[in-house]
């Protein structure tokens, strides 16, 4: 056993001696109940006590109920007393104490009260604890016994009796009389001493240690499943470590950019499942007028998958150029990966290169799902050739086709743990529904086209396990219907002036009108004093800003990106502002974001690659 399992063993183990120490102060509490009961019954008469004894039971039921106590006054007062080693000792002895004691005074009926002192000890599934209290439980059993001769209520079946005027005297038995009984019983050849241990002693014993052979048996089994659990879930952890290490690799090697240009935008996520899959995606520049997209999904799960992934995320790279056609790289790809492929393991890519200037999209589909491509409610799926999948053969039938982006135009890549989506009645989301959701409305910007695709899936599945990644990648061209601005700035209170500076030099450039201009900078005031007050309340990170002016559709939109805290400002739920409205009530940041909803058109949020994406439109 390694340091770090025989560690977590080892908490896992106190833990358990933990909780057993605090049931055992309840347990004991409950005694100390009964013993106090007992003792009030003798007080008033309800059970017959020899005269000379209520005295020794008016001191020893007290102290063993006090004793009895102790342990639930020490779970309240002193909780890390709990997690001690040698606690439970004291708990258990305290136990075992207050039974010899009883058994003591009243002998009749001890077998019971030894026996609860074997299951004490076992509560703590410690098969050493449970042994040695067993040894001290016979040994006191034996003083206790010869102990209660002497001092305790009268047995007539282990002192014998003594007859006066024809009557047993049961009434004046001290300690000396006692004595003298038993030298009685012994002249007569009758040895109490020795039937005491042979008559009432050893059957005792006997059927006192079954008990303990049959609890212990308990103990010892309950022992190694507590261990074998403790063996097996430091395996899982071990391999979910590794697996969450996995994944972590797998997500940083995806670009997490939020690309924009004055032609073109690209928004992606990739929702991992559970265990690490093979989805992964790619842009990249290839020149000042190209970009490239692909999209893949590795078959299997696990460790191989992530691995055969990274092997072609490494060939796309080495491989694709803007002399090659995007045909031409898959095959390249595809006989790179196909060597020492012995498992058959095949990836589906869709591969294309995007002309940023005309629009031109040229493509190649490796058995990859088909793309949604359209603007404003007339959405597609883009008819292309299904190639073969990469992988499994040196040679694979893949062709080049060509497709011209409209103005406005947006191209969604995804892979099938979107299509495959299943929830709980086992029905899966499909391309009927994911097409549905795209001609649902015209959204804004990609932003809410992803936020509104995350919560269409999430109600569709509703709880359910995700079998699968889900990864998806939205291009957007703008062409030459935007003006635009980008600029990234420190996010802390002393450039706040500047951002809302670079936007009114914007709005003035644009010739947008007076009033917006002064309207679009309370909202930026809004927006970006809260992510540097709030979102970057503990540490700091650059804020961007993007503003795109489109001139045939005459609107404006500001997109703001942050790595702080993940908040959603329009989730702050308050009523419309009235001329009654008590301001005072609202929820913290209520007026100012109700301000912005009244000034802007549409409003989105979306978190994405650990980062807060808010953006917002003006249409005039």
Not at 144 to 162: A, Q
Not at 366 to 386: D, E, F, M, R, T
């Amino acid at each position: 056993m390694t340091e770090v399992e025989r560690n977590k063993y080892l908490e896992a183990y106190y833990d358990n001696e933990a909780d057993a120490n605090r049931q055992m102060g309840f347990a004991n509490s409950i005694g100390g109940v009964l013993v106090l009961g007992i003792w009030i019954c003798y007080l008033t008469g309800a059970f017959f006590a020899s005269d000379w004894i209520k005295p020794l039971i008016n001191v020893i039921f007290p102290i063993s109920a006090l004793i009895l106590f102790t342990p639930l006054l020490y779970n309240f007062r002193f909780k890390k007393v709990l997690r001690k080693p040698n606690y439970k000792f004291f708990v258990v002895f305290s136990f075992i104490f207050v039974v010899a004691a009883l058994n003591i005074l009243l002998p009749k009926n001890s077998l019971i009260g030894w026996a609860l002192c074997i299951v004490v000890a076992n509560h703590y599934y410690n098969p050493k604890l449970g042994g040695f209290a067993f040894g001290v439980c016979l040994v006191l059993m034996l003083l206790c016994l010869y102990g209660s001769l002497f001092v305790g209520e009268y047995d007539p079946n282990l002192l014998g009796t003594r007859i006066i005027d024809g009557e047993v005297d049961e009434n004046v038995f001290g300690i000396e009389e006692r004595y003298e009984l038993l030298q009685e019983q012994l002249a007569k050849g009758n040895n109490r001493y020795l039937e005491a241990f042979t008559l009432n002693y050893l059957p005792r014993a006997a059927l006192f240690t079954v008990i303990f052979i049959v609890s212990n048996a308990l103990n010892i089994r309950t022992y190694k499943l507590l261990v074998k659990e403790i063996s097996i879930n430091t395996e899982q952890e071990k391999t979910k470590t590794e697996l969450d290490v996995a994944r972590d690799i797998q997500i940083a090697t995806l670009p997490t950019g939020f690309v924009t240009s004055k032609d073109i935008e690209i928004q992606a996520e990739l929702k991992p499942a559970k265990q690490v899959g093979g989805d992964f995606y790619d842009y990249f520049q290839l020149d000042d007028e190209h970009i490239a997209l692909v999209i893949a999904d590795v078959s299997g799960k696990g460790i191989p998958a992530a691995m055969f992934m990274m092997k072609t995320i490494t060939c796309f790279k080495n491989i694709v150029s803007i002399s090659k056609s995007p045909a031409e790289t898959l095959k390249e790809v595809n006989k790179t990966i196909n060597k020492g492929n012995d498992s058959n393991m095949f990836v589906t890519c869709f591969f294309a290169i995007i002309n940023t200037k005309t629009g031109e999209m040229r493509f190649a589909n490796a058995g990859h799902n088909p793309p949604l491509v359209g603007q404003n409610k007339n959405y597609k799926y883009l008819k292309c050739q299904s190639g073969f999948v990469l992988g499994p053969l040196k040679d694979v039938f893949v062709v080049d086709e060509v497709y011209k982006l409209n103005n406005g135009d947006t191209l969604t890549l995804y892979t099938d743990g979107i299509t495959e989506a299943r929830n709980k009645h086992g029905l899966f989301y499909g391309e009927d529904r994911l097409i549905d959701i795209f001609n649902h409305k015209e959204y804004s910007c990609l932003v809410e086209l992803h936020h509104s695709l995350k919560d269409d899936i999430e109600r569709f599945v509703d709880g359910e396990d995700q079998a699968d990644d889900m990864t998806y990648i939205t291009i957007k061209y703008h062409g030459d219907n935007y003006l635009y601005e980008e600029q990234r700035f420190k996010g802390v209170k002393e450039n706040l002036s500047k951002m809302i500076q670079m936007i009114d030099d914007f709005g003035r450039k644009m010739h947008l009108e007076e009033m917006f201009i002064n309207n679009l900078n309370v909202v930026a005031d809004e927006m970006l004093s809260n992510i540097v007050k709030y979102g970057y309340a503990d540490y700091t990170d650059d804020i961007f800003i993007r503003l795109l002016y489109n001139q045939d559709k005459n609107e404006f939109v500001l997109t703001i990106i942050d790595r702080g805290v993940q908040f959603n400002p329009f989730s702050v739920n308050n009523k419309p502002l009235s001329g009654d409205q008590d301001v005072s009530r609202m929820k913290e940041g209520g007026l100012g974001i109700l301000i912005v909803k009244k000034l802007m058109s549409e409003y989105a949020y979306d978190y994405i690659n650990k980062k807060n994406i808010v953006t917002l439109k003006k249409k005039f």
